[in-house]
């Protein structure tokens, strides 16, 4: 008896399947097996989780062994070589026709993708910004009314109390959060504690703190199950009180987490200037910033 064929499989199967197998393979690979499988691919449902690449152009792409320089190279032989990071968001996201509920943004994403994103994605529920656009943090407040089901948020530095006001006031089934590499103050801990009364999970290392911030955290959010504070500057990592205020947390991760007297507390002070500064010349162009700060360069001179 003849076996059947990949083409006669049950299109629900088949979109199903399609849909976990990633955008360069529903883009560049699926269409061109057989016309059944182009229909497919062409279904919303095969597009509600848009995962994009890091690098959209070539050029973009430093690193020689880049997994995203594969994909880039075949976009820019598929479609066109000037193709923009904006054009390219446009066109994957037309193809969930409203239904993504899972997106991770490309680097250099410009501000008219998000807002494209923010407009044409009600249903979102997952988004991850990046760690490549940190200018796109300042924007995020003014959408996030849109995304009422938004469950789960990454985000890179700035602007997380302005965007944690906005989710408190929208997004009710918020519950996970992962912001690494920020600074967080009272008046941080205070905004997150209020905003996100349901939160879960919690990812926040490598950042700095005022200890009674990260205090206010674990006191003030009753119902996390898992909290991420791993090398990070502004407390011990076997803080007696610290722990004890954490044991009621299934997973609690500080290892690495230390103060350091020669630096401590002038360069949280520095830290708290730079994000000023940053958040200054996102309407001052005279105002220089030093993109190069990270938290990282201080472990390594440990």
Not at 34 to 57: G, N, T, V
Not at 67 to 93: C, H, T, W
Not at 231 to 250: M, N, R, T, V
Not at 256 to 264: A, D, F, L, Q, R
């Amino acid at each position: 008896m003849e076996g059947r064929k990949w083409e006669d499989l049950n299109k629900d199967i088949l979109v199903n399947v399609l849909g976990k197998v990633g955008m360069e393979s529903l883009l560049l690979d699926v269409p061109f097996v057989c016309k059944s499988w182009y229909k497919a691919s062409r279904e919303p449902q095969c597009w509600e989780h848009l995962i994009f690449p890091s690098y959209i152009k070539p050029d973009d792409i430093w690193e020689e062994e880049s997994p995203d320089r594969g994909f880039a190279e075949r976009l820019a032989m598929n479609y066109q070589e000037n193709l923009s990071v904006f054009a390219f968001v446009k066109f994957i996201v037309n193809h969930s026709c409203g239904n993504a509920t899972i997106i991770k943004l490309p680097g250099g994403c410009p501000e008219e993708a998000l807002e494209y994103i923010a407009n044409e994605c009600p249903k979102l529920k997952i988004l991850d910004v990046g760690s490549y656009n940190i200018l796109i943090n300042a924007i995020i407040p003014k959408f996030i009314s849109k995304w009422k089901n938004l469950e789960m948020l990454k985000l890179g530095k700035f602007y997380l109390k302005e965007i944690l006001q906005q989710i408190g006031l929208h997004c009710n089934n918020f519950i996970w959060l992962s912001a690494p590499y920020n600074y967080f103050e009272k008046d941080d801990a205070s905004t997150l504690v209020a905003s996100l009364p349901k939160l879960e999970y919690l990812d926040l290392h490598r950042g700095g703190f005022e200890k009674e911030a990260l205090l206010m955290i674990l006191q003030g959010c009753k119902q996390l199950v898992h909290l991420n504070v791993r090398q990070s500057f502004g407390f011990h990592d076997d803080d007696a009180e610290i722990l004890e205020l954490a044991s009621h947390i299934p997973v609690f991760m500080c290892e690495g987490s230390m103060v350091i007297p020669e630096i401590e507390p002038a360069s949280l002070q520095d830290r708290r200037l730079d994000h000023e500064l940053f958040c200054d010349k996102i309407n001052h162009d005279d105002c220089v910033y030093d993109l190069n700060f990270d938290f990282d360069d201080l472990f390594e001179d440990i």
